[in-house]
């Protein structure tokens, strides 16, 4: 049992194309989230999802699209990549009752 | 709006000494706060919390927490150090409700040395 799973783990793409990041779960956790690391500024969530269908902006937002159709997947789509988008991902998961989240192991995407 | 600070970017110990990584917040309201290790090429590993209760939180690998309300500090501690303990820490603060969702700090390069 993976928990949490995300691919690609690692993505080289162009200025202005379309990027999906893949984030999967198998605990059938309520909430997941993306977030992205940057040196220097630590971990900033990117969007949030309470259950299927509910979104929400988190700090860092813009240039990014979510979804949530099944309680188990969270894509992330970047709609026109932009080399301010270079960065590591991570998708996470948290359960109704406990505070704590759950980390997959990351993509890091390259946007040149 | 809820801040975390972690004024060090590297500390460094030798093996078998004490160790502690500073950790301050603001928050409004009552803090819930979180320490977390990230080994290279990996993810985030949950450590420790504070939510309510005793002040010292015990965690993983032999990590405790000390909540100080008055200084608004959540300083991660090790009473023995470990070469196996090097690693990037991530101190992190919500305020509980729909989602817990977090802010970290930006982070702190712990390296134990022989």
């Known amino acids: 049992d993976a928990g949490i799973t995300q691919s690609p783990r690692y993505k080289i793409t162009e200025t202005g194309r379309q990027v999906t990041l893949m984030c999967h779960q198998t605990?059938?956790?309520?909430?997941m989230f993306w977030y992205r690391q940057d040196l220097g500024h630590g971990l900033r969530l990117i969007y949030y999802s309470a259950a299927a269908d509910i979104t929400d902006k988190g700090e860092v937002p813009d240039g990014y699209v979510v979804s949530r159709s099944k309680t188990e997947n969270f894509p992330l789509t970047l709609e026109s990549a932009t080399r301010s988008q270079t960065s590591v991902y991570f998708c996470?998961?948290?359960?109704?009752?406990?505070?704590?989240?759950?980390f997959g192991p990351g993509t890091r995407l390259t946007v040149t | 709006a809820q801040s975390v600070a972690q004024p060090e970017d590297q500390v460094n110990v030798a093996e078998g000494n004490p160790l502690t990584v500073k950790c301050t917040y603001s928050v409004s309201g009552n803090p819930y706060l979180f320490w977390y290790v990230q080994y290279p090429n990996r993810g985030l590993q949950f450590l420790l919390k504070y939510i309510t209760g005793d002040n010292l939180v015990k965690g993983s690998y032999g990590f405790e927490a000390e909540f100080n309300k008055s200084q608004t500090s959540f300083h991660l501690k090790k009473p023995s150090a470990l070469v196996s303990d090097s690693a990037l820490y991530f101190c992190a603060v919500s305020t509980g409700g729909g989602g817990n969702k977090l802010t970290f700090g930006t982070g702190t390069q712990l390296k134990v040395e022989l």
């Open positions: 996470a998961t948290a359960g109704m009752v406990s505070y704590e989240q759950y």
């Open positions: 605990w059938s956790h309520s909430y």
